[in-house]
């Protein structure tokens, strides 16, 4: 896997680590309301847990660490990618899953939807096509290829969305709530392919129980980062929060 930095800014100071996340001062406005305020990060290590409560970021966070939105202020850098302005480098240094694999599928076939993102990448069709196949094979799913996507469960789904972003050998990959739909034995499953992902992992999860033996976890609460450390540390205290809140009777409440 290559997990070099590309093309690097010099308007950065701090050299990025390989595979590694640096969020600057990120702040978002939506819909008039701050749903990012200074979010600022360095992150090396290899599986990273994002907690909060509903409503507190974590989603438009991992947009922002996808680059899929730009923040109003601030950058984000992965792997020495600017990855809301180098869209192109983005592909190759960052993967995103998201809860509902029906929003991220677009092709009507498995072979398709994996092998797309090498194709925007700048790799032939036949390059592409070798790596989906090879993809494909390391989970043992070969005869998968021309299966259509709509025929899938929503695990085989996620199953295939996860293969999409593998062969793209990102540094970092973001999951979102990724295995909230999901039965206990597929996530367990899903979970076991994780865990051999050479790449960085940032899971957003409202469950503790994942986070176990990871090795950060960061806590967002209104846009902001609260508490960051060590998942026991981290967990215990969040978890002690969110029981107060939760004897609490003002429910997440929307803008305004
Ligand atoms: N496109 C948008 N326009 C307006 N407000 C938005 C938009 N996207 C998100 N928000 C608001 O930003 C806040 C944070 O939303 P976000 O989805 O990032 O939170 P979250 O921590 O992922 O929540 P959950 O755990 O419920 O999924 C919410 O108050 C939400 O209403």
Same mark, same amino acid.
């Given at each position: 896997?290559?997990?070099?930095?590309?093309? =690097?800014?010099?308007?950065?100071?701090?050299?990025?680590?390989? #595979?590694?996340? &640096?969020?600057?001062?990120?702040?978002?406005?939506?819909?008039?309301?701050?749903?990012?305020?200074?979010?600022?990060?360095?992150?090396?290590? =290899?599986?990273?847990?994002?907690?909060?409560?509903?409503?507190?970021?974590?989603? @438009?966070?991992? =947009?922002?660490?996808?680059?899929?939105?730009?923040?109003?202020?601030?950058?984000?850098?992965?792997c020495? &990618?600017?990855v809301?302005r180098?869209?192109?480098?983005?592909?190759?240094?960052?993967?995103?899953?998201?809860?509902?694999?029906?929003h991220?599928? &677009?092709?009507?076939?498995?072979?398709?939807?994996?092998?797309?993102?090498?194709?925007?990448?700048?790799?032939? =069709?036949?390059?592409?096509?070798?790596?989906?196949?090879?993809?494909?094979?390391?989970?043992?799913?070969?005869?998968?290829?021309?299966?259509? $996507?709509?025929?899938?469960?929503?695990?085989?789904?996620?199953?295939v969305?996860?293969?999409? &972003?593998?062969?793209?050998e990102?540094?970092?990959?973001?999951l979102?709530?990724?295995?909230?739909?999901?039965?206990?034995?597929?996530?367990?499953?899903l979970m076991?392919?994780?865990?051999?992902?050479?790449?960085?992992?940032?899971?957003? @999860?409202h469950?503790?129980?994942?986070? $176990?033996?990871?090795?950060?976890?960061?806590?967002?609460?209104? #846009?902001?980062?609260?508490?960051?450390?060590?998942?026991?540390?981290?967990?215990?205290?969040?978890?002690?929060q969110?029981?107060?809140?939760?004897?609490?009777?003002?429910?997440?409440?929307?803008?305004?």
């Amino acid at each position: 896997m290559n997990m070099r930095p590309r093309t =690097r800014s010099a308007a950065l100071a701090v050299p990025a680590p390989a #595979g590694g996340l &640096i969020l600057q001062q990120i702040s978002l406005r939506l819909g008039g309301r701050q749903v990012l305020d200074g979010v600022s990060l360095t992150a090396a290590e =290899r599986r990273i847990g994002i907690v909060g409560r509903n409503g507190s970021g974590k989603t @438009t966070l991992a =947009r922002v660490m996808a680059g899929l939105i730009a923040p109003d202020d601030g950058r984000a850098e992965v792997c020495g &990618i600017d990855v809301a302005r180098d869209r192109r480098g983005a592909l190759g240094a960052v993967g995103i899953l998201f809860q509902n694999p029906d929003h991220q599928i &677009i092709f009507p076939t498995v072979e398709e939807e994996i092998a797309f993102g090498l194709t925007q990448m700048g790799r032939s =069709r036949a390059e592409a096509a070798a790596a989906t196949r090879a993809m494909l094979d390391r989970f043992g799913k070969g005869h998968w290829a021309g299966a259509a $996507t709509h025929s899938l469960s929503q695990g085989q789904k996620q199953l295939v969305c996860l293969m999409a &972003i593998l062969v793209m050998e990102p540094g970092l990959i973001v999951l979102d709530e990724p295995f909230s739909g999901l039965d206990i034995a597929t996530r367990m499953q899903l979970m076991r392919c994780l865990d051999a992902v050479e790449a960085t992992v940032a899971l957003i @999860t409202h469950d503790p129980e994942p986070l $176990t033996g990871f090795d950060r976890v960061i806590w967002l609460e209104g #846009g902001k980062v609260i508490g960051d450390g060590p998942p026991d540390q981290v967990l215990d205290r969040f978890g002690r929060q969110m029981r107060i809140w939760g004897g609490q009777d003002d429910l997440s409440d929307l803008p305004g």
